[in-house]
């Protein structure tokens, strides 16, 4: 018993947290996987192959560069999909944007080549059955600080060895069908999982469709997302004007107002 103890206490010193609060520091890029033209999946090296990130469930990251016709250095936050389960490195899921300056930046960046990063940072800190019922709404890349919680939620299940009895439903919005993010990932997650259901919305939906279709509208919320209580949370990511809509939304099916920066107890949450 001793020499376990030892052994163990030996190996947890060894596991250390990459992430800095207050400091930048360089990470390599490792690879780069194109999922389409504008999107892709950049792995950068941790320091060492035992560390891991260091990122709270639902927490996010602040990734900086010094871009050309920028009178400073632009700052921008994300969420990595890949979590502290993995050793070693960080997976990061973005789209480059035309007016996007730290995205752009990425897609230039060459393996080999460094970005500046620091965290963790965010209001929101995920807990086991922190809610009984979780409603997400997320467009495009919102998609990854929804999908960091939704797996850290089925890693915890009792089949698992946890407690985490988290109900969560998911309405994912996109423009065409090949906008949706992660699909493969989200459907083997629904299909494992009966506490998770995904519910798709599409602004052009092909032939056949069977999901929601146009802009999330509060008919839509009112099917899929659990009516207002105690012990729910909506959490919100995506772009400026689709969350001004959702706070509107949900404001008018009587949810708490959002606040103009979200805390944690809030019942609607914006990343």
Not at 148 to 173: K, S
Not at 200 to 205: A, E, F, I, K, T
């Amino acid at each position: 018993m001793a020499l376990f103890l030892g052994s163990w206490k030996i190996y947890n010193n060894r596991i250390k947290k990459a992430l800095k609060p207050d400091v930048f520091q360089e990470f390599e890029l490792k690879e780069k996987t194109i999922i389409s033209h504008n999107v892709a999946i950049y792995r950068f090296n941790l320091h060492s192959p035992t560390d891991i990130l260091g990122l709270p469930i639902g927490q996010h990251m602040s990734l900086a560069a010094t871009i050309e016709g920028q009178p400073k250095e632009v700052v921008r936050s994300y969420t990595p999909i890949s979590s502290d389960e993995n050793s070693g490195y960080f997976d990061l899921l973005i789209k480059s944007y035309p007016t996007g300056n730290i995205s752009k930046h990425l897609a230039t960046l060459k393996v080999g080549q460094t970005m500046k990063v620091k965290g963790p940072k965010g209001a929101m800190v995920y807990t086991p059955n922190l809610v009984r019922h979780f409603g997400m709404i997320a467009g495009g890349t919102g998609i990854t600080p929804m999908l960091q919680i939704i797996r850290a939620i089925v890693r915890g299940r009792p089949r698992n060895g946890g407690q985490d009895r988290t109900e969560v439903d998911l309405i994912f919005a996109n423009v065409n069908p090949e906008d949706i993010l992660l699909k493969d990932d989200l459907d083997a997650l629904a299909k494992e999982d009966e506490g998770f259901r995904v519910h798709y919305v599409l602004n052009n939906p092909p032939q056949g469709w069977q999901g929601g279709v146009g802009f999330v509208t509060p008919d839509m919320m009112k099917k899929w997302l659990p009516a207002p209580a105690s012990d729910i949370k909506l959490l919100l990511c995506g772009p400026p004007p689709m969350i001004s809509a959702m706070k509107k939304g949900t404001e008018s099916l009587g949810y708490e107002k959002p606040r103009p920066v979200s805390k944690l107890p809030d019942q609607v949450f914006c990343f």
